[in-house]
């Protein structure tokens, strides 16, 4: 199984960020996709999820409103998008796949995980 992320790198505030998720060896359609994220020192936080059967969407609060996800299963892959992006969005970013295809906050639950991307948010 891989997952392999990206679009990370450098984005200026204000502006947007949109990352990709592209997945192998699995079979998509099973499993809910998520996006993580962390900064060193602190525990990987949530940012958004999407899940296998109806595609519904769910958003940390730290993005609510400003974010959105999407998946692809004919291309087996997940994207998600972040406007407003502030200094508080630099972190490396992570997509996780979950079997059992429904979201869940808890990062430990999710049985596949892409190497990480780092975005810094800097003029």
């Known amino acids: 199984v891989q997952l392999v992320e990206s679009g990370g790198g450098l984005v200026q505030p204000g502006g947007t960020l949109r990352l990709s998720c592209a997945t192998s060896?699995?079979?998509?359609?099973?499993?809910?996709i998520a996006w993580f994220r962390q900064v060193p020192g602190k525990e990987r936080e949530p940012v958004a999820c999407?899940?296998?059967?109806?595609?519904?969407?769910y958003y940390a609060d730290s993005v609510k409103g400003r974010s959105s996800i999407s998946r692809n299963n004919a291309k087996n892959t997940v994207t998600v998008r972040l406007n407003a992006v502030s200094s508080a969005d630099t972190a490396v970013y992570y997509c996780?796949?979950?079997?059992?295809?429904?979201?869940?906050?808890?990062?430990?639950?999710?049985?596949?995980w892409g190497q990480g991307i780092q975005v810094t948010v800097s003029s």
């Open positions: 060896g699995l079979i998509f359609d099973d499993y809910a």
């Open positions: 999407v899940t296998h059967v109806d595609s519904s969407k």
């Open positions: 996780a796949a979950e079997e059992a295809g429904f979201c869940t906050w808890n990062w430990r639950q999710y049985d596949h």
